[in-house]
């Protein structure tokens, strides 16, 4: 579990070294504007999520196949060459290819999901996938910030720094990583549910999953709003740079390692799994409208830390799920997952900095770079509306 968590946080943080630094790397690969670099930097959000939404269940169904550990490593020796390519293009085209390449690779998460499913009991799921999650908050808070430190040197030395980290995790595993995935749990792999909409289709035969896979995608592009527009909405609201910007996603990352990580088990023990991803999604409706509405710097970075406090969402809806489907079908499940949320990092990247940019262009009618946030929060209305919604016969 410890190598597991170790995988978790090094993935993250070699994604938050490069965000402080993408709006600057486009410009400088561009030579255009911040507003056109938000656009830009939706469609390279996007391709990402594109190529993580088709290959996620092919990912979890050899994983429920070969086995995690062949996965994982492959796909972390993978990072680190696409990390490499992409410190060193000067190319809008090459970086769309490394985006590209950067989402086929992307199963580190779904597939150590289903590893922690495979050696969960059923009783501890909900609070070992908030350890995941604590995991990647913790290196969501140390990538940013040392990503805005390197970027003072140079706008390319994260992407280097990033695909060290790969190249060692990936090393370290190859000589500690235990397979998981044994013959009496092995399921024979079929191509028709390798893709995104078999797997939805076999996996929606089981009672619930439809509808917590449609809660999980309502939330997941709410909550891809941060990625998407942070960095763009830091620096024309506040004129944050690259550092600030860094410290902020920082402040955030520690906040949501606490509540995923401490937080989540007094949570689950008062409201049960149910209880709690209901909370999670009220809270949420509040940060959000608070967030689109604050125009002092500091009170947003008082407001960061109280936002991760709906962040319990996620671990609790993966445990109500995993709990609904057998144990060779984890890793189906959690491929699934991945392109329910790759399909929401399709959706949110372009929406949220399309308005971003509507409402930030020099000609807008109204100025108002948080406008992303009242899109969140209709999301998350419509997330809570499914998720209490009565269940049909």
């Known amino acids: 579990m410890i190598f597991l968590l170790l995988t978790v946080m090094i993935d993250a943080i070699g994604i938050g070294l490069i965000i402080p630094v993408m709006p600057d790397l486009i410009r400088d690969v561009t030579g255009g504007t ?31 196949r ?38 086929i690779t992307a199963a580190t998460k779904s597939t150590a999901s289903a590893y922690m499913a495979d050696i969960s009991e059923p009783g501890k799921k909900a609070q070992n996938f908030g350890l995941i999650g604590a995991a990647f908050g913790l290196g969501f808070v140390i990538g940013p910030a040392l990503g805005g430190l390197m970027a003072q040197l140079d706008t390319r030395a994260p992407f280097y720094a990033a695909a060290a980290l790969a190249a060692g995790n990936g090393l370290l595993g190859y000589f500690v990583l235990t397979e998981t995935v044994t013959d009496r749990i092995r399921r024979r792999f079929e191509w028709r549910r390798a893709n995104p909409f078999g797997a939805f ?29 942070w960095a763009y909405f830091g620096t024309a609201r506040f004129g944050w740079d690259a550092g600030m910007i860094g410290l902020s996603l920082a402040l955030f990352g520690i906040s949501m390692a606490l509540v995923q990580g401490w937080l989540i088990r007094r949570i689950l023990k008062r409201l049960g799994e149910r209880g709690t991803v209901i909370y999670g999604l009220t809270f949420d409706i509040f940060a959000f409208l608070a967030l689109a509405f604050v125009t002092s710097g500091p009170l947003a970075l008082i407001l960061t830390p109280l936002t991760a ?20 079908q984890q890793g189906e499940l959690q491929g699934a997952l991945a392109s329910a949320g790759a399909v929401s990092m399709i959706v949110s990247p372009l929406l949220m900095t399309w308005v971003f940019a509507v409402f930030t262009a020099r000609d807008a009618a109204i100025y108002m770079p948080g406008a992303p946030f009242l899109v969140a929060t209709g999301l998350i209305i419509a997330a809570l509306g499914v998720f209490l919604a009565p269940a049909r016969p």
């Open 201 to 229: 289709k076999a996996l929606n035969r089981l009672p619930g999953i439809g509808r917590g896979i449609v809660v999980f995608f309502l939330y997941q592009v709410a909550f891809f709003v941060y990625p998407a527009i």
């Open 309 to 328: 406090l709906g962040a319990v969402i996620t671990p609790a809806l993966q445990s109500i799920l995993s709990q609904k489907v057998p144990d060779n």
């Open 66 to 103: 070969f086995g995690r550990r062949p996965i994982l490593l492959s796909a972390l020796a993978v990072m680190a060459a696409d990390y490499i390519v992409m410190a060193l293009t000067g190319s809008l085209w090459l970086l769309l290819a490394g985006r590209l390449v950067g989402g």
């Open 34 to 64: 911040l507003s056109n670099a938000a656009l830009w930097g939706g469609v390279l959000a996007t391709v990402f999520a594109v190529m993580q939404f088709l290959c996620g269940p092919l990912m979890g169904n050899l994983s429920d």
